[in-house]
């Protein structure tokens, strides 16, 4: 082999050496770009957001032209070097509007849409004999709207109605998912001498949580996740519900594997009242203030901040443990753009010595807590780490307002 062909080769390995390292860029530059860049935005409704600090992400560019749908959305293309098609994004006005953040503890009572049905148990008859006159018919997380043509809210009153039958079989009509259906059931007489289907049920639930922001116009959210019925798991149909102000009298710390629990008292009086529910949505309780300005609650001004404005690093909550709301000092950890759970959207950890003393962490019932950073309302606590009662999740503001809209 001469010197000439030798060099040659030699130059060819390090121009495939070269295409490799080039491959491997763009696939790396590809890969981090698709996870860092958020799958959907929202952006100001009246504004033209600079969308080269938006998408600042080395190498990739977007398309001008945007396809405008009819409630003012669009989606917008971006590419690795203006060539090779990275994702779509899809951008979505927010009204921009007064929002006060609150932090103060709040009174929940819901009453379900129709009886929720928790379990199906056995019924002993006057025989001895056991029985389960709604098992296979009747199913945990049914709720049953109507018996015998009468519709029901009232778990008072079904007890009533079946105590009544004597024993003839009973038209049900229960909603079971999203569909109405109807079901026959026959009561067991039991031991006690009285007839029963032998089903567990439910018609309401109360609890305390953390009123999250209310807007100019008394709108207001609050917990940052749904309410789930806890023996079955699943997010409750309510009919309607009441807001009411709650007094925090104790606090059961939380530690590592045991979650700590802020411990208060609701007074159900009319004066006490504070608004109405109106919804109990995947991202949080939202209804009416009776009136924005008697609620006496702690309500202070803020800028919503969108996600793509949030960073890892220091930030702050706003919650009551011990009598006043009080502003508490936490870090941001990490950041998920696209998670599919929006209430697991950002971790959290509490820095706060005086928090940590108090609670050990976040606890149940500051749920709702707003997070603040750069001077503006970023989100809410929404959860716990089990095994680190100093961290949790968070929600971003804006999937909390758009629940609210």
Not at 111 to 138: F, K, N, W
Not at 326 to 352: L, R
Request: aromatic share 6%; hydrophobic share 35%; glycine share 12%.
């Amino acid at each position: 082999m001469n010197l000439h062909t030798a060099k040659t080769r030699y130059r060819r390995f390090l121009w495939v050496l070269l295409a490799a390292a080039l491959a491997g860029l763009g696939v790396l530059i590809f890969q981090q770009a698709r996870k860092e860049i958020p799958d959907e935005v929202r952006v100001f409704s009246g504004r033209d957001p600079d969308w080269e600090e938006l998408f600042d992400f080395p190498f990739v560019s977007y398309e001008d032209a945007v396809e405008v749908s009819g409630n003012g959305s669009y989606r917008m293309e971006l590419k690795i070097f203006g060539l090779l098609p990275l994702k779509t994004v899809k951008v979505s006005p927010l009204r921009e509007q007064t929002i006060y953040a609150s932090g103060s503890p709040v009174g929940i009572y819901m009453e379900t849409r129709g009886i929720l049905v928790i379990d199906c148990g056995q019924i002993r008859d006057a025989s001895g004999v056991v029985q389960s006159p709604a098992e296979h018919i009747i199913q945990s997380g049914d709720y049953i709207c109507a018996v015998n043509g009468e519709e029901l809210s009232d778990k008072d009153r079904l007890i009533s109605l079946v105590a009544d039958s004597g024993g003839q079989t009973m038209e049900l009509e229960v909603l079971r998912g999203r569909e109405r259906i109807p079901l026959a059931v026959t009561p067991a007489l039991a031991e006690d001498g009285t007839y029963k289907l032998g089903i567990w049920v439910r018609d309401n639930i109360q609890g305390i949580g953390t009123l999250t922001c209310v807007t100019g116009n008394g709108q207001f959210a609050a917990l940052g996740h749904g309410i789930s019925d806890i023996d079955i798991g699943t997010r409750l149909e309510i009919e309607d519900g009441e807001l009411y102000h709650a007094q925090i009298l104790s606090i059961q710390k939380g530690e590592n594997g045991n979650p700590g629990e802020l411990r208060g008292v609701i007074n159900y009086e009319k004066s006490q009242k504070i608004g109405e529910i109106v919804q109990n949505t995947s991202n949080g309780i939202v209804g009416q203030l009776d009136s924005l300005e008697k609620c006496e609650m702690n309500l202070e001004e803020y800028p919503i901040g969108l996600k793509q404005e949030m960073q890892t690093g220091p930030a702050s909550i706003l919650c009551n443990v011990d009598g006043n709301v009080e502003e508490y000092s936490i870090e941001i950890t990490d950041i998920d753009w696209n998670s599919q759970d929006t209430n697991k959207s950002f971790e959290i950890h509490v820095t706060d010595k005086n928090l940590l003393e108090k609670t050990g962490g976040i606890v149940q019932g500051m749920s709702g807590s707003p997070i603040l950073q750069n001077g503006k309302l970023v989100g809410a606590v929404t959860h716990v780490f089990v095994q680190d009662s100093a961290g949790g999740y968070g929600i971003f503001i804006e999937n909390m307002l758009e629940s609210m809209e």
